[in-house]
């Protein structure tokens, strides 16, 4: 029905435009643009809107509302037409299109409430009118996209756990693809999407820059794969929109709205020569399906299963391929990682650190002894690269962890160890002031200032450091004494109200009572519990840092707690660990694909710490492996063998980062393009990806001592 004039719709104010409503689904549609500007739950949580608009992001541009989108028509269009003003718009009977044409191209959008399904569909039709051949691909994958601005943002901690989801988007799979939105707090049902018909072949990223920062996943585009239209002919995309409660139910409810969904169960996604997974397809598969080309065993029950063993290296693609019931085939698609061994790949990356990423100049370069970035293009350290995050400080401390941890298992390898020890003094000497305070970068080399964020690692590298089988020492002092120095200090400048990544508390606790050094093991304790209760206290109510709400400041919570828990006993830490693990488990998604399967959700990471400065999503990023420890903690305190597992498979997952030579690159940057450049790539910079190598080992060492 047409609402008129200015009304309140759950409660926000709306100007002119349609109105589609059932009993399940409250939505408006603009009556200039035809674009969708409010999607509500009629049933549930009504105060979420899971579209992004004027009125939760008036910050996102009008032209880029969901349901608008753009394709390539060639140079008399400049490569890009926008459809934003429809020549035709009717609604009516629960059912709504618009008609937009632009030279040979039109465009029907036809939306409909299905209250048999519970579904509210889209289908975007696209009609060759012209005389041509018409090839919308022509140019790139990109090159035709349809608006989809889910309300992935972070305006503050509050507002994203009661008004904002995460989109766990699933577009590079042909068929199969889909989006499950999770609400960031947990509230209510959840909204999915599924195509129905067509297919997918990737999703975009605008609209990230210097203004919003971080605090916005941007405006997502999904990338319709359409064949070459003869003069006449036309071609569709459908999905079908509905509510679930948690991801079983989503993958049913996909089962049950389209036939050719393909739901992947993949034991590991991520796996070494020689390695077995167990593949399960259920959904749109028989007996008649092929998986690269070969048949697939099903059961009775409609599941099929695919036992895949790992053998060359590299990205791995697993096509299954099913003959719908029209006669038309559609294309699935999952990805698998086979990697080298774990301990030759980590053995590759430390030699190349100490052989390519150290910085051996004269002692009068303030640089001599660190861990630097280095560019895998110009094979060559970034000493070109001033930027704040490629310093020698900051995250280039993973490097030197990583290395501390593999000389415990390597002592005796030479070369490591006189690289190790060099960098030990580069970190107390130039990194660190005589009282334990941490610089951002060495002193002599620009203007230091102290960074809180930073001090973590420094305590992690020195307890690490204390439990080398050989002796270390800098300016007359041990690691212990440099840790407690460092600890002191920390806590001294603030660090009590920082949720800290990297925070060493079970590690240093075990050492300090396993050496029976007592008044250490007690103060570094005290410390430790009193910034454990200021985080108790705010529950979820976390402060806005970098970010205003990010899966680096829930990880650090979840940590902290569940460490203090395996470190005293005190079961009012578990409690409160499982609260912040529930959280963090959100930002995670299940897309059939091991570069972002159980990774969490980060965005902004290749910008500042990315040789090409690419906003949007890093899918892996190596700080997604915080959500492996917690998990970790969780596991060995609970027995919970699932949390172990996926610990493990986040972990691998990572691995993605490096190649079998040592050189590796910061962030995967995950979608097609990002504010319209090509991406769907590693990014140059070795720059801090090994503290995804610091968590295998530190992980593989807490599991040996927890044994019994």
């Not at 309140?8 to 349609?18: D, I, K, Q, S, T």
């Not at 691909?137 to 943002?153: E, G, V, W």
């Not at 459908?238 to 993949?266: G, K, M, N, Y």
Request: net charge negative.
């Amino acid at each position: 029905m047409k609402v008129a004039g200015l009304v309140n719709f759950a409660g926000l104010l709306l100007v002119n435009g349609y109105s589609l409503k059932n009993i399940q689904f409250q939505i408006v549609i603009d009556e200039t643009t035809s674009s969708v500007t409010s999607l509500r739950d009629a049933q549930g949580n009504s105060s979420i809107d899971w579209v992004s608009s004027h009125d939760n992001a008036p910050w996102q541009p009008l032209g880029s509302r969901w349901g608008l989108g753009f394709a390539d028509l060639g140079a008399a269009y400049l490569h890009r037409f926008y459809w934003t003003k429809p020549n035709v718009n009717t609604g009516r009977n629960g059912s709504y299109e618009a008609i937009y044409t632009a030279g040979p191209l039109q465009i029907t959008v036809r939306r409909t409430l299905d209250s048999t399904m519970s579904t509210f569909i889209e289908r975007y039709t696209f009609q060759n009118n012209g005389e041509e051949a018409l090839d919308l691909a022509a140019r790139s994958k990109a090159a035709l996209a349809i608006y989809t601005p889910f309300n992935d943002h972070y305006t503050n901690t509050s507002d994203s756990l009661n008004h904002r989801s995460f989109a766990h988007v699933w577009a590079n799979g042909g068929s199969n693809a889909w989006v499950k939105l999770e609400q960031m707090g947990g509230h209510g049902r959840n909204l999915g999407l599924v195509v129905t018909e067509g297919s997918l072949v990737g999703y975009s990223i605008e609209s990230r820059d210097m203004i919003t920062l971080s605090n916005t996943r941007g405006v997502f585009q999904l990338h319709p794969a359409l064949p070459v239209l003869q003069p006449g002919e036309s071609s569709s995309v459908e999905w079908a929109l509905f509510w679930h409660s948690d991801w079983d139910d989503f993958f049913e409810q996909c089962q049950q709205r389209s036939e050719q969904f393909v739901q992947f169960t993949i034991s590991q996604h991520t796996l070494v020569p020689g390695e077995k997974a167990e593949i399960v397809l259920s959904g749109g598969v028989n007996s008649a399906s092929l998986l690269n080309g070969s048949p697939v065993s099903c059961s009775s029950s409609d599941e099929c299963t695919h036992n895949y063993t790992a053998k060359s290296l590299g990205r791995q693609s697993l096509q299954v391929t099913t003959q719908l019931t029209d006669g038309t085939t559609a294309n699935s698609t999952a990805y698998l990682n086979v990697v080298p061994p774990v301990d030759e790949l980590i053995s590759s990356r430390v030699n190349f650190i100490v052989q390519k990423q150290q910085v051996k100049n004269g002692a009068d370069n303030p640089n001599t002894g660190a861990y630097a970035v280095y560019d895998t293009q110009a094979q060559s350290i970034a000493f070109w690269d001033k930027g704040t995050d490629r310093t020698t400080g900051r995250e280039r401390l993973g490097m030197g962890i990583t290395i501390a941890r593999f000389l415990r298992l390597y002592p005796n390898n030479t070369e490591v160890r006189s690289s190790f020890e060099k960098y030990y003094e580069f970190v107390t000497l130039k990194l660190q002031s005589d009282n334990g305070g941490v610089y951002d970068r060495p002193v002599g080399s620009g203007t230091s200032r102290k960074r809180l964020y930073n001090w973590p690692w420094v305590l992690q590298f020195h307890i690490a450091a204390a439990q080398l089988p050989f002796k270390v020492t800098s300016a007359g002092k041990t690691p212990v004494d440099w840790f407690m120095l460092t600890l002191e200090s920390f806590y001294r400048e603030g660090g009590t109200d920082l949720y800290a990544i990297g925070l060493p508390i079970l590690e240093s606790l075990r050492f300090l009572k396993q050496g029976n050094d007592s008044a250490r093991y007690d103060r570094a304790r005290e410390l430790f519990v009193g910034h454990g209760e200021v985080i108790l206290g705010r529950g979820l109510d976390y402060p806005p840092f970098e970010v205003n709400f990010e899966q680096s400041i829930v990880a650090p919570a979840a940590i902290i707690m569940l460490e203090l828990n395996r470190a005293t006993g005190n079961e009012t830490w578990l409690e409160a660990g499982e609260l912040q693990l529930t959280t963090l488990l959100r930002f995670q998604g299940r897309q059939p694909d091991h570069l972002v399967h159980q990774v969490g959700i980060r965005h902004w990471d290749g910008y500042w710490f990315g040789k090409d400065r690419h906003w949007g999503d890093t899918f892996p990023h190596h700080w997604s492996t915080l959500d492996a420890v917690a998990l970790h903690h969780h596991g060995q305190i609970t027995g919970d063998d699932q949390h172990l597992d996926h610990a493990q498979e986040i972990l691998r997952n990572n691995l993605a980062l490096f190649s079998p030579d040592g050189t590796a690159g910061c962030a995967w940057i995950y979608p097609l393009t990002v504010n319209g450049r090509e991406t769907h790539y590693r990014d140059p910079y070795a720059n801090d990806q090994d503290w995804v190598l610091n968590h295998i080992l530190y992980v593989d060492d807490d599991i040996r001592q927890s044994s019994p």
